[in-house]
């Protein structure tokens, strides 16, 4: 069994960053892909970064390629999204997922294990 839980999320002003962080246990995932996704009111989930068990492979959604970076400590069982230049429809949840193998891809119905989400409220 995989336990996900984001942190990091908040408030932040129109230009401003933030750093989410996912922590796992239960199960090392450093051999596995990872990745971020975001759901605002009223839409649904939505692809943001995901990458390989060493970052060889980083794929982003284009409306926050130039913006977020995906990276991970394999050391810890944990990876990030740095986000910089917020914008304010960039507020939504944002979630972590994992799965058991290393293929990276952007659809939510390939990733099998979820956080609880953490909200990220950027004000204009």
């Known amino acids: 069994q995989v336990q996900l839980v984001e942190s990091g999320g908040g408030l932040v002003q129109a230009g401003g960053s933030l750093r989410l962080s996912c922590t796992t246990s239960?199960?090392?995932?450093?051999?596995?892909?990872v990745a971020w996704f975001r759901q605002a009111p009223g839409k649904e989930r939505e692809f943001a970064a995901a990458?390989?068990?060493?970052?060889?492979?980083?794929i982003y959604a284009d409306s926050v390629k130039g913006r977020f970076t995906i990276s991970r400590d394999n050391t810890r069982n944990r990876w990030y999204l740095e986000m910089n230049t917020l914008k304010p429809e960039d507020t939504a949840v944002y979630y972590c997922?994992?799965?058991?193998?290393?293929?990276?891809?952007?659809?939510?119905?390939?990733?099998?294990?979820w956080g609880q989400g953490t909200q990220v409220t950027v004000s204009s």
């Open positions: 997922a994992t799965r058991f193998n290393n293929d990276v891809t952007k659809s939510r119905y390939d990733w099998k294990y």
């Open positions: 239960g199960r090392t995932l450093s051999s596995y892909a």
């Open positions: 990458m390989s068990s060493y970052g060889m492979t980083r």
